[in-house]
């Protein structure tokens, strides 16, 4: 099992920038690839960013592709998701989650584990 919590959501004004962590604990986090997704209301959850196990592999959503970096401690234990010029459209709730195999992945489907979420404003 493994249990994750993500943190530093909140409200920003548009341009602004941001630090989500994820905190990991159980099985050995650094065998996982993990990810971030997230939602926002009426919508259905998206892919936002992934690294592998070792962090050789990065792959971002278009949306967010030059703005936000995902990057991982293996030795904290945690991952975490920087936002830069943030913009309106980027409210949502962020998840944090582990992947079955130790790969970067867009797929939803291969992410076995997920964290309650944190929430991200952004005003106009």
């Known amino acids: 099992q493994v249990q994750l919590v993500e943190s530093g959501g909140g409200l920003v004004q548009a341009g602004g920038s941001l630090r989500l962590s994820c905190a990991a604990s159980?099985?050995?986090?650094?065998?996982?690839?993990m990810g971030w997704f997230r939602q926002a209301p009426g919508k259905e959850r998206e892919f936002v960013a992934t690294?592998?196990?070792?962090?050789?592999?990065?792959y971002y959503a278009d949306s967010v592709k030059g703005r936000f970096t995902i990057s991982r401690d293996n030795v904290r234990s945690t991952v975490y998701l920087q936002m830069n010029s943030l913009k309106p459209e980027d409210t949502a709730v962020y998840y944090c989650?582990?992947?079955?195999?130790?790969?970067?992945?867009?797929?939803?489907?291969?992410?076995?584990?997920w964290g309650q979420g944190t929430q991200v404003t952004v005003s106009s």
């Open positions: 989650a582990a992947a079955r195999y130790s790969s970067a992945s867009s797929n939803a489907d291969q992410y076995v584990y």
């Open positions: 159980g099985r050995t986090f650094s065998a996982y690839g």
């Open positions: 690294i592998s196990w070792n962090g050789a592999s990065n």
